[in-house]
């Protein structure tokens, strides 16, 4: 049984996720603000903790940051939605997801799940056959894999939020086919919670910065305005030729 740790000053928000998260089979843990559950940690450390960010005593990031000078568990933020500085800087920490405040229990439960079967398969506890929702999808310079929540690019490890690493896997598992945004809600969010358009296209937007953090020109992910996205593999296979490229072939 996983032991989940949620820290929050809402007692509310206590309560409705702790019966959720123990009527799936879950042990959890409470507390009102980052002091009490880093004594808790430093005692016995839990396989999963959720933070608030906004907290008394001690915040989320600064709890964040002292679990990460000893320790990589597994950390998802529960923000507000005017808190995307407190986002992106919250990840730059070393979060590993966020979800926005008001949300919808079953996908915070998802994202709980994903991070768990991440951290399993990184420490070799997860054993069976391979299907094809868990082997590796590799496309081109691309490879994703599923077991791990793991995406390099030529290579190199780029680091993503849950949701972010949903909508690349679902665009480059049919590569050249469009996803429309609605379809994109679909990978992405539990069909009971609400998110516009602006949504989606705001996570294409941080995940083609991830991955041209990693290579400048990376242009694999392409937007069909008024319809949707697509991951074009041709992009990565046949590079534009540039001036420089046609002399340096010439020569």
């Given at each position: 049984m996983s032991k989940i740790a949620l820290v929050d000053d809402d007692r509310n928000i206590l309560t409705s996720v702790s019966m959720t998260l123990e009527t799936e089979g879950f042990d959890v843990e409470t507390y009102t603000n980052g002091q009490s559950a880093l004594d808790a940690f430093s005692r016995s450390m839990p396989d999963l903790a959720i933070l608030d960010i906004k907290m008394p005593r001690m915040d989320g990031m600064d709890l964040l940051?002292?679990?990460?000078?000893?320790?990589?568990?597994?950390v998802i933020f529960l923000t507000s939605k005017d808190d995307e500085v407190d986002?992106?800087?919250?990840?730059?920490?070393?979060?590993?997801?966020?979800?926005?405040?008001?949300?919808?229990?079953?996908?915070?439960?998802?994202?709980?799940?994903?991070?768990?079967?991440?951290?399993?398969?990184?420490?070799?506890?997860?054993?069976?056959?391979?299907?094809?929702?868990?082997?590796v999808l590799v496309r081109g310079e691309l490879s994703i894999d599923p077991l791990r929540h793991s995406v390099t690019w030529k290579g190199l490890n780029v680091t993503l939020t849950v949701t972010e690493f949903l909508l690349l896997q679902a665009l480059a598992q049919r590569p050249g086919f469009v996803k429309s945004r609605d379809q994109l809600m679909d990978v992405a969010y539990d069909e009971q919670i609400y998110v516009d358009d602006r949504t989606i296209d705001s996570h294409i937007k941080c995940l083609r910065k991830k991955m041209r953090s990693v290579d400048n020109s990376f242009s694999a992910i392409e937007t069909l305005y008024g319809i949707g996205y697509r991951y074009n593999e041709e992009q990565v296979l046949c590079p534009v030729l540039t001036r420089s490229n046609i002399t340096m072939t010439q020569r």
């Open positions: 940051q002292r679990l990460r000078q000893k320790s990589s568990l597994p986002e992106i800087l919250g990840l730059r920490m070393g979060a590993d997801d966020y979800v926005t405040k008001p949300f919808s229990q079953r996908l915070l439960l998802e994202r709980i799940r994903s991070l768990l079967r991440r951290k399993d398969a990184n420490e070799g506890k997860l054993v069976g056959e391979e299907s094809e929702d868990t082997k």
